[in-house]
Structure formats: structure tokens, C-alpha cells
T-cell receptor, first 112, second 112 residues
């Protein structure tokens, strides 16, 4: 099992550009989520999904869109990047009734 | 409103001694708590958890203590080893709910 994979590992965008951060898991987990990590702020939930076709907002959803067309994939879209979205982004998944989440290696995004 | 707080941004401990990381929470509905460990350039990995029906859970060198009346949990690492140097996040959830709430993290450094 590859677990949770994320691409790209690094990305630099100019203000106003759009991009999609990819996330995939091969553990057949129903629950997937996106977090951003900023210094002194911990991990903050952006969006999450409890299954294919179902998504919901987390703590900091503004400026991000998600969709879940398959169990395996949960892409995060930035429609118009802003410097405030400079951060490290982590995708995570969990299965069944457990609360333990498995995290991907992260994507470091810089918006100039 | 920070529902889970780790008030110590950093902690330095000598190798072989005990490391104690602390976490406070404000939401009395939380009934499951987790600790994650994060190395640089990697995603967080699950370390240990505790349900609110317990006040202690041990796994090898790691023990988590829960004081529900004080809304406080702590992670003890004994003995501390250089490989324990990492950022530690505590997290909390209402079981059956979807959102795992993280603290800000504590950077633990183990000195030889």
C-alpha cells in the first residue's frame, strides 16, 4: 500500500493563478480531509469528505474548492491564489469508526 | 476560538530523561484524544490515543494521561531518545463526528 500520496511536493504560484493539489489513497477509506499548517496555528481543517459525492467545509474553507468523485481521490482547488494561501497542505484519510488519520507527505505552496 | 491548546511552543529535554508535553481543551464534548508526531518535510503520524472513559493509556515509552475535570492531557516519553525530536500535536474529537481539532504543536528537542 502506498497509503496517502500527494502531488506536487512543492509549488510556487503568482497571485491570481489557479491550481489543483492532488491527493489519493489506496486504503479504501471513506473519510478524507485537507489541512493547512501554518506556524503557530497547528493544523487547520479546510474541507473534508465522508464518501464519494459528499463534501463539507472545515474551519478555513474560503478560497478553496473540493470534489470527491471517487473513493480514492480528493483534489483541492485554489481558484485564484492569494499570498495568504502560502502554507503547507496535508491530505489525510481514515476508515471505519476510528479517529486515527493517515496523512500524506504534504505540499509546500508559496504564492508570490 | 482555539478549542485545543498547546501552550508550550518548544521543549528541550536531555536524552534519557522524561519528556512531558501538555495539552488543554475547552470543549467538554470531546471524548477521544490523539497525539501525532511530525518530522520536518513529512506528514504527521499517529502516536497514541485515549478515550475519555480512561485516564491513562500506555504504549511502550509513551503514556498519555487524561484529566477530564481539568480538561487537560499530557504525553510522557520515558526515556527520551534523540529520534523523539519532532513536533508533537495533540488533537481531539467528538466520537462519531467528523472534525478532528488540532493544537498548535510543541517542538520537542532531545539533547544528547
Amino acid at each position: 500500500n502506498a497509503g496517502v500520496t500527494q502531488t506536487p511536493k512543492f509549488q510556487v504560484l503568482k497571485t491570481g493563478q489557479s491550481m489543483t493539489l492532488q491527493c489519493a489513497q489506496d486504503m479504501n477509506h471513506e473519510y478524507m480531509s485537507w489541512y493547512r499548517q501554518d506556524p503557530g496555528m497547528g493544523l487547520r481543517l479546510i474541507h473534508y469528505s465522508v464518501g464519494a459525492g459528499i463534501t463539507d467545509q472545515g474551519e478555513v474553507p474560503n478560497g478553496y474548492n473540493v470534489s470527491r468523485s471517487t473513493t480514492e481521490d480528493f483534489p483541492l482547488r485554489l481558484l485564484s491564489a492569494a499570498p495568504s494561501q502560502t502554507s503547507v497542505y496535508f491530505c489525510a484519510s481514515r476508515g471505519g469508526l476510528t479517529a486515527e488519520q493517515y496523512f500524506g507527505p504534504g505540499t509546500r505552496l508559496t504564492v508570490t | 476560538d482555539q478549542q485545543v491548546k498547546q501552550n508550550s511552543p518548544s521543549l528541550s529535554v536531555q536524552e534519557g530523561r522524561i519528556s512531558i508535553l501538555n495539552c488543554d481543551y475547552t470543549n467538554s464534548m470531546f471524548d477521544y484524544f490523539l497525539w501525532y508526531k511530525k518530522y520536518p518535510a513529512e506528514g504527521p503520524t499517529f502516536l497514541i490515543s485515549i478515550s475519555s472513559i480512561k485516564d491513562k493509556n500506555e504504549d511502550g515509552r509513551f503514556t498519555v494521561f487524561l484529566n477530564k475535570s481539568a480538561k487537560h492531557l499530557s504525553l510522557h516519553i520515558v526515556p527520551s531518545q534523540p529520534g523523539d525530536s519532532a513536533v508533537y500535536f495533540c488533537a481531539a474529537i467528538v466520537q462519531g463526528a467528523q472534525k478532528l481539532v488540532f493544537g498548535q504543536g510543541t517542538r520537542l528537542t532531545i539533547n544528547p
